[in-house]
């Protein structure tokens, strides 16, 4: 069976995920880890350097201002898992409002992203890049603080990274997931416009 855009939905839906092995194989397979990365929408880190590079920063930050663009970053690097098929598959999710993306900019220049798809209350991480220094944590820092505030469950980022766990990602069981997977799912939830760097800032420190 072909995958379509309403395969890949349910997939989310049941707890697994699409990859390619890499960029130039057609053939795309299902993921459920036994040990699934998610990050807390109340546990975001900020460092002190963090916290620092939010206030002072000249990068801007938008959403859906330039999905495509943010998937291309995420792709552009030796080894990636964003073969064209998957690549086609988010575009068409973006286009009903089911795939979201970050974008931080400095001036006109696209620095840093990252994009996912939405199903209720549930956000599935899918990917991120950086081509600054901190770009990627910034938006990071501001698509958690966005997730609170449109009453978004679960940020689900798939696994943990070095980079992941030090800004508060943690490692949960297959069983526990699927429990905040299904309670996120059937929850109502917005993906809203973002807030500066500075404003997401202030406001992660006035409730930490």
């Given at each position: 069976m072909a995958l379509s855009a309403e395969l890949l939905l349910h997939g989310y839906s049941i707890g697994i995920f699409p990859m390619a092995e890499n960029r130039d194989d057609p053939e795309i397979f299902w993921v459920d880890p036994k040990m699934r990365g998610v990050m807390p929408l109340d546990g975001f880190h900020i460092s002190r350097s963090l916290a620092k590079r939010m206030r002072t920063t000249t990068m801007t930050v938008t959403v859906d201002q330039d999905f495509d663009a943010v998937v291309d970053g995420c792709a552009d690097r030796v080894e990636t898992w964003i073969n064209p098929e998957i690549r086609k598959l988010y575009s068409a999710l973006h286009k009903t409002d089911r795939a979201h993306s970050l974008e931080v900019w400095e001036g006109d220049a696209l620095v840093g992203g990252v994009y996912g798809v939405t199903l209720g209350a549930a956000f599935f991480g899918e990917s991120m890049f950086s081509r600054r220094t901190d770009a990627s944590k910034i938006a990071l820092a501001c698509?958690?603080?966005?997730?609170?505030?449109?009453?978004?469950?679960?940020?689900?980022?798939?696994?943990?990274?070095?980079?992941?766990?030090?800004?508060?990602?943690?490692?949960?069981?297959?069983?526990?997931?699927?429990?905040?997977?299904?309670?996120?799912?059937?929850?109502?939830?917005?993906?809203?416009?973002?807030?500066?760097?500075?404003?997401?800032?202030?406001r992660m420190t006035q409730t930490s």
């Amino acid at each position: 069976m072909a995958l379509s855009a309403e395969l890949l939905l349910h997939g989310y839906s049941i707890g697994i995920f699409p990859m390619a092995e890499n960029r130039d194989d057609p053939e795309i397979f299902w993921v459920d880890p036994k040990m699934r990365g998610v990050m807390p929408l109340d546990g975001f880190h900020i460092s002190r350097s963090l916290a620092k590079r939010m206030r002072t920063t000249t990068m801007t930050v938008t959403v859906d201002q330039d999905f495509d663009a943010v998937v291309d970053g995420c792709a552009d690097r030796v080894e990636t898992w964003i073969n064209p098929e998957i690549r086609k598959l988010y575009s068409a999710l973006h286009k009903t409002d089911r795939a979201h993306s970050l974008e931080v900019w400095e001036g006109d220049a696209l620095v840093g992203g990252v994009y996912g798809v939405t199903l209720g209350a549930a956000f599935f991480g899918e990917s991120m890049f950086s081509r600054r220094t901190d770009a990627s944590k910034i938006a990071l820092a501001c698509l958690v603080e966005l997730l609170g505030r449109g009453g978004f469950k679960l940020f689900d980022t798939q696994f943990i990274t070095e980079h992941l766990a030090s800004l508060g990602g943690v490692e949960i069981s297959r069983a526990h997931y699927h429990q905040l997977l299904d309670t996120a799912q059937a929850q109502p939830a917005r993906f809203l416009a973002p807030r500066s760097p500075q404003d997401v800032m202030q406001r992660m420190t006035q409730t930490s």
